[in-house]
C-alpha cells in the first residue's frame, strides 16, 4: 500500500471528518483503512488491533472536548487519539 501524505490526511486514513452542520467537529471511521501505522518514534510499522469512532473524549493535546476516535496496537500498550479539534492524531504513552 503507498505511503499516506500525513500532511493531507492527518489520520492516516482512519477516520474522516463526519457532516456536523456547524456543530462541534466529529470523526467517522473510514471504510477503508490501513493495518498499520508508523511508529512516530522508530517509524516501524505497528498492527493496528481496534479502532473506536466516535467517541467523546478530551483531547491530551488541545484539550478540547470531542467526538475523535481511539486506535490500539498489537503488543504496543499505546494509544492514539484523532483529534477533530486539533487534527491531529496524539500518541498517548502505554501503561
Not at 463526519?18 to 505497528?46: F, I, K, M
Not at 499505546?78 to 492524531?89: D, G, K, Q, T, V
Amino acid at each position: 500500500m503507498p505511503p499516506i501524505d500525513t500532511v493531507l490526511d492527518p489520520y492516516f486514513g482512519l477516520f474522516i471528518a463526519a457532516a456536523n452542520d456547524g456543530a462541534a467537529p466529529s470523526l467517522v471511521r473510514s471504510s477503508a483503512r490501513p493495518t498499520s501505522l508508523p511508529d512516530p518514534e522508530t517509524g516501524r510499522p505497528l498492527r493496528i488491533a481496534t479502532i473506536e469512532g466516535p467517541a467523546r473524549a478530551i483531547c491530551p493535546s488541545c484539550a478540547a472536548s470531542a467526538e475523535g476516535g481511539f486506535v490500539s496496537f498489537v503488543g504496543d500498550l499505546r494509544l492514539a487519539y484523532a483529534c477533530p479539534s486539533c487534527e491531529r492524531l496524539v500518541w498517548l504513552p502505554g501503561a
